[in-house]
C-alpha cells in the first residue's frame, strides 16, 4: 500500500480549493508544468485538479495525493475572517477511481464550534476506514487552525493531534514542525511515516533547509510543502536541495550548493 511513499519530497499545489487566487500560483497549468519538470517525488492537489490535468501529470514520474476536503474561513472567498468551515467535498472512491497513489484530510483543533470538529473527525475516520478497503491509503495533517488555538506549533497540542490522528486510522501523517527537539515526540508517540508541512514561506531557501534537516534528524521521512516551494525564487533549485537532504542525507551546506546564486 505503501510502496510509493518512503523518504519523499512532495509539493503540495492544492491552495487555490481553499483560496482560489493565489500569489505565485494564478495559473494552475503554468505552476503545475514548472513543478512537474523540477521532479518532485509527488503531488498534492484536489481530486478535479488532478483529473483535469491528468494527461499532463501522466507523462511524469510521480505520486499523486488527492485532497478531499475543502476549507474556508469566510463566505466571500479567498477572504480571511473567522469562519469554521470544512468539509470533506470529494469522496475517496473518486481518488481512488482516479489512481490516485493517496488521498488526503485536515484534521482542525481549537474549533469554536464543536459541531465542525465532530464532522471533521468522523469525515477522517470514515476515509481511513474507506481507503482500507480500496487499497488507498490516507494522508492525515492535524493542524491548530482554530481560533481557540493561540500558537499554531504548539508541540503539546500538535503531538496529542498527531496521536488521534494515528488512532482515528492515518496511514501517513503531514504535521506543521514545531522545532528542532519539539518534533521528536510527533515522531515517537504516532509510529507512522510522518512528513512535515511547510506553513507560509520562510525568509531564506537556507532557513527551509535547516528546518529539513532538523525534522529528518528527528525521524521525518521527507516533506510535504506548498508556498516554500513555488513562492521561492527558483523552486527547481529548492527541490534539488530538499531531494539531497531528504534522499541523500546531505548537510545544509552541501544542500544549499543546489541553491542558485
Known amino acids: 500500500m505503501f510502496t510509493r511513499f518512503g523518504d519523499s ?7 487555490g480549493l481553499h483560496w482560489g487566487v493565489f500569489e505565485g500560483f494564478e495559473n494552475p497549468e503554468e505552476t503545475l508544468e514548472l513543478v512537474l519538470e523540477s521532479g518532485p517525488d509527488g503531488i498534492l492537489a484536489s481530486v478535479p485538479f488532478l483529473r483535469r490535468f491528468e494527461e499532463t501529470i501522466n507523462d511524469y514520474d510521480v505520486a499523486t495525493i488527492a485532497t478531499l476536503d475543502l ?20 469522496s475517496v472512491d473518486a481518488a481512488a477511481e482516479l489512481g490516485a497513489d493517496a488521498m488526503k484530510v485536515a484534521l482542525v483543533y ?5 459541531g465542525v470538529l465532530e464532522e471533521n473527525v468522523q469525515f477522517v475516520a470514515d476515509a481511513a476506514e474507506r481507503g482500507e478497503e480500496l487499497g488507498i491509503p490516507l494522508v492525515v495533517e492535524p493542524t491548530l487552525w482554530g481560533q481557540r488555538a493561540d500558537d499554531e506549533l504548539d ?21 506543521p514542525y514545531p522545532g528542532e527537539g519539539a518534533f521528536d515526540p510527533i515522531v515517537e508517540n504516532a509510529p ?9 514561506p520562510v525568509e531564506t531557501d537556507v532557513e527551509v533547509l535547516e528546518m529539513v534537516r532538523g525534522a529528518v534528524d528527528a525521524g521525518s521521512r521527507g516533506v510535504m510543502f506548498g ?30 550548493t543546489h541553491l542558485t546564486e
Do not use: M
Not at 476549507?71 to 467535498?89: A, F, K
Not at 507512522?192 to 506553513?199: D, E, F, S, T
Open 227 to 256: 508556498r516554500n516551494v513555488w513562492q521561492r525564487d527558483d523552486p527547481s533549485a529548492i527541490i534539488d536541495a530538499l531531494k539531497a537532504i531528504v534522499h541523500d542525507d546531505a548537510t545544509v551546506d552541501d544542500a544549499a
Open 71 to 90: 476549507l474556508h474561513d469566510s463566505t466571500l472567498p479567498g477572504d480571511h475572517e473567522d469562519q469554521e468551515i470544512h468539509r470533506q467535498v470529494f
Open 110 to 114: 481549537g474549533r469554536e464550534d464543536v
Open 155 to 175: 508541540p503539546s497540542y500538535l503531538a496529542d493531534a498527531n496521536r488521534i490522528a494515528f488512532e482515528l486510522g492515518a496511514h501517513i501523517l503531514k504535521s
Open 9 to 15: 519530497v512532495v509539493v503540495a499545489i492544492d491552495h
Open 192 to 200: 507512522l511515516p510522518v512528513y512535515i508541512a511547510g506553513g507560509p
